[in-house]
């Protein structure tokens, strides 16, 4: 990333953090908001809240007047968290406790629901006189999430889930969120129609990038890196690009192994590693590399339309999310 | 209740069900929406639509233009309802098996919070230039309401719950959803500052008045009127109206007996009649009555200030409600 966008990025996920920071101070009871802030002091990129301020910028040319709109985007990203925590039943988030396993089951459901109605109060106060459209992109994204993680829950229990169902699930579940901070941030900068649709496609195109990337990630990041254990989408058997793809692809004693890996709703640890080796060997890692360079550059594409250098900072964002090492 | 207010009410009604009645048709993944029908399908009074329509009326004269927003609020509470029986650990509602109990708990999590986002998608409707404001109440009222459940779990382990704590707990926990379908229906209509302010707190004192009537009704209402078990509260040792003000009151033995029926968070359902007597031998009942017609009677205050025919639905609402046998 040039220095002096990486400068620009830090300097915005600062004033975030800040202001984040300070969201909850003195607010009562506590045994909702200090669960509130023990997530959102949990760190993370603030990818949504910055894709939200560098859309904006990709048509304005500078960032002002969205800072309540980016913290009611990542409060809206932390919602879902919290929540998604308590159905996927984990233990950790960002090598921290849960909160539903930290507090309670429900402490950790209205802690999610407030901060939704939070985010709703802070996306309310950037949006001028387009009150009515920003609301209805936020609401759609909120409706998309909760569709996409009903979408993923079916998938535990469907056997013969196909590529276009997991395209679709996480155009819902990932993309969605991001679609909407990116359309967001164009229509604060009260954009023309082609420049919102292009900023929209943009977060949707990244969106999908970023699943496939994640999913890749899981099987090959480094554990220190990744924040937790490597190949975990293989021991619950969790119907990723790199499985699903690898069903389509693999003939013979593979195809029967990863039929079994579903059948039995994932392996014991000691065998990650074979599936891994079935992974490379059908190509499906240089198939998931590709499909994520498709999708940036289909991201990157919707950019052209911009003044290179009001976009510069999202496209340097953007190519910095996939330079995540795996 | 005269009967042309009755007619009146029914119709609103019959409206406000039609439209629930179609909300999610065709919609999918069916694993979000058949729960969210079902959970609508449970019926109810539609108070708080019902109380949206009737201030709207009461400035307006008339009932026009605000279906979709007298659905948020439907939906807002249905919202509140999903995830509170999961909370407390509901087994029924409304006479039928909790979404948590039928689906699961992420089907019944998701439905929830599915449920408050498309809140917002009907509510931004029908709000016209005022989207800001109406979107702000409403928000409002979804905070509230999340910090008074906050505050209701965090009595159940707090033996020294005072009547003063319980007032701030149901003004946001009942009260404030009330007030914000009052509040909305009046900004719907272009009230003025005053008339806002009058019906806003309208709804307050009806919901203060409202929850100590549902905790008299818990111990006095007949079962088959009430559709649950009655003495409930008492089986589980809720800080109620009841229970709180006969603490302040006992003195001796009677204290000795409501102390451990807190400390032991509970009693047996064969003592539940025990409990009753204390109630009634303290006065508690008539104190709670005194309370429940005190905030009617405040509630009704603040709708002087309007004309007496377009109020006249509301006033009959309000009557209506406090008929309700105990």
Partial sequence: MSSSCEKEILKLRKQIDNKLEKLFTGRQPQSLYEPSSYILEGGGKRLRPLLLMLAYKTVKGNVTGVINAAVAVELLHNFTLVHDDIMDNSDKRRGRVTIHKKYNLSTAILTGDNLLAIAYKYLIKDCGNDANRIVDTF??????????????????????????????????????????????????????????????????????????????????????????FIGGDIVEGKKTFLLLSAVE?????????????????????????????????????????????????????????????????????????IDRNY
Avoid: H
């Fill in 139 to 228: 609401t759609n994204g909120v409706v998309e999430v909760c569709e996409g993680q009903s979408l993923d829950k079916d998938f535990e229990t469907n056997n013969s889930v196909t590529l276009k169902q997991y395209f679709k699930m996480i155009e819902k579940k990932t993309a969605a969120l991001l679609e909407t901070s990116t359309s967001i941030g164009a229509q604060l900068a009260n954009a023309t129609e082609p420049e919102i649709k292009a900023l929209t496609l943009f977060g949707r195109y990244l969106g999908i990038a970023f699943q496939i990337q994640d999913d890749l990630l899981d099987v090959f990041a480094s554990e220190v890196d990744f924040g937790k």
């Fill in 249 to 321: 692809t693999a003939r013979g004693k593979d195809l029967n192994k990863l039929k079994l890996l579903i059948k039995n709703k994932g392996v014991d640890k000691k065998l990650v590693n074979d599936y891994k080796e079935i992974y490379l060997r059908l190509g499906i890692i240089e198939k998931a590399k590709d499909e994520v360079k498709k999708y940036i550059g289909k991201a990157l594409k919707q950019l052209e339309i911009f003044d290179e250098q009001k976009s510069l900072a999202l496209v340097n964002l953007t190519n910095s999310l």
